[in-house]
């Protein structure tokens, strides 16, 4: 079973990448730190249901959306 960071990380990319976000744009829009995103993307960070809101949220997306897939 695939651990649930790497899912959510791969999701947050694919994401990502389909706005045609950086990294670094993303962390803008998210409030977040420019280094925390690629962290979260290769599955190293174990993130708060706060971040979740905050990636959603720079999405336009709802929490339900952003989890959907995993």
């Known amino acids: 079973m695939e651990d649930i960071k790497i899912k959510f990380g791969q999701r947050v990319r694919e994401l990502r990448i389909s706005k ?6 993303l962390a803008e ?10 962290g979260i993307e290769a599955g190293k960070r174990n993130v708060s249901l706060v971040v979740v809101e905050k990636i959603a949220k720079a999405f336009n997306i709802t ?5 959907n897939q995993l």
């Open 29 to 38: 829009l998210s409030d977040l730190d420019r280094t925390y995103i690629p």
């Open 20 to 25: 045609g976000y950086s990294q670094e744009k």
């Open 63 to 67: 929490i339900s959306e952003l989890l």
